[in-house]
């Protein structure tokens, strides 16, 4: 076959990554596997099963894969002959002249055939066979971009559930902190009425109890919309899910560890990296198909058949004709057409080349950043729950000290807001570590295991042979 070879890059990759690998992070040899099921959280698992299963862009990635195996299909075709039947029933006359096609003596009359023709177009160059080599390509490459959103829908649905439980989480301490800052206003009132306090202190404890109620407001919109827009992703009506969700519940924990692979195999592994390097592979199979239109192109055609001038004759044997023989089709002057045609399949293997090295440095970016956000967050997290602690160990004293008449209760009050504002920020701290535990997770391509798109959601397929995963048609062998 004419055209090169393809073989894929020789990029350098590190040995290890930049990052160390710290704060509920080590080194494995494996990748991550259904991830979700990690968390421990059987609504997430349903979730997750929901979005893969009806996703609708997911849903419209497999249209495009099998209109990448219906193209393959027809580039394949070309391998065999193409056979056409044909035939007429005419009537003529002619006045001083012939119809065409007609091949019975005489101005009128009629005539009737019967036939079929055949071209074979002999592949000595390679041409077709590099076409299919292009198209099987663009086909892997087209399930790699659905594998890679199914690795996305995947993260952006646990996302969307954690960002829902921390708002209801935080909704919940904010109503508790509510009760105790209009506790906390009443005092400040009474005192005020009894001279014991200022104005200021009125207008500062009502401002805590407004502050409160308006965030109140903004976490239950907040809230609404991350619901909303769990459902339209795993393919629901907004709300649809609020019976599942519930209005309270846990925010999910990662794991105590999350196992990292080498960047090398880390990187072979991720779907937007393997469907770069088979659209490159497309584009350098698509150089073949333009270089063999600088050699001849033989074919072999024939024709056979019956013709007659009377109807009940057509089916004599004596009516039969056949032709068979080969046929040549060389550009032998074609004004640089074809090099020029060259030298845009070469700029288009060029073009994916590039891509390809963008696509992989963008992806070691990609983890590169999870890996420094995860171990910062998880150390974060620490600190504020420390914080926190120590907020609770003051609450507690007071309230000794208060049992003991030794503390008023305005004081206790508003140690308790303090222990509240640190709450809220270890609800955040928390929901970041599993925020970016998503992240990393994705950044390190999902579950490595491979599917094909169906109707009814990812099908396994017990190999990464790629033949075999292009002849798959819709997930079954």
Sequence with gaps: MVGPDYERPDLISPDAWHNDLKAGLEASSEGVGTWWESF????????????????LDLRILMTRVEVARADFGIAGSFLLPTINGDGYAQWFRADGGEIP????????????????????ELD???????????????????????RDLLVTVRAEVAT???????????????????????????????SYDNGTATMTDVLSARSL???????????????TQELNRISVLVGETPGALHD????????????ATIGVAMPAEVIRQRPDVRAAERNLAAAVAGIGVAEADLLPAFSLVGTVGLQSSDAGNLFNWSNRYWSIGPSMNWQLLNWGRVSSQIDIAKAGASEGLISYEKTVLNAYRDIEDALVDFSSSELSRRDTEAAR???????????????????????VIETELQLLEQEFSLINAEAQVALAAVTLYKALGGDWSPVLPSADGPVAVPTNDESIVSATAGGTS
């Design 124 to 146: 000595l160059w390679g041409k077709i066979r590099r076409a299919m080599e292009s198209k099987e390509n663009s086909l892997l490459a087209s399930i790699e971009n659905w």
């Design 209 to 223: 109890v407004a502050s409160l109620e308006s965030r109140l407001h903004g976490y239950v919109a907040d809230a």
């Design 389 to 411: 602690n120590d907020s609770l160990g003051a609450l507690v004293l007071a309230e000794q000290a208060y049992h003991q008449g030794t503390q008023n209760l305005p004081l």
């Design 40 to 55: 421990e959280d059987p609504i997430l698992d349903e979730l997750i099963l929901r979005t893969q299963q009806n996703n």
């Design 160 to 190: 969307s559930y954690v960002s829902y439980r921390t708002l209801r989480k935080t909704l919940e301490i904010t109503e508790v902190g509510l009760v105790a800052a209009e506790h906390n206003f009443d005092l400040v009132r009474q």
């Design 244 to 255: 599942l969700l519930g209005d309270s519940g846990q925010i999910p924990v990662p794991p």
């Design 101 to 120: 096609g007609v091949t019975v003596d005489g101005d009128s009359g009629q005539g009737f055939k019967l036939g079929s023709s055949m071209t074979w």
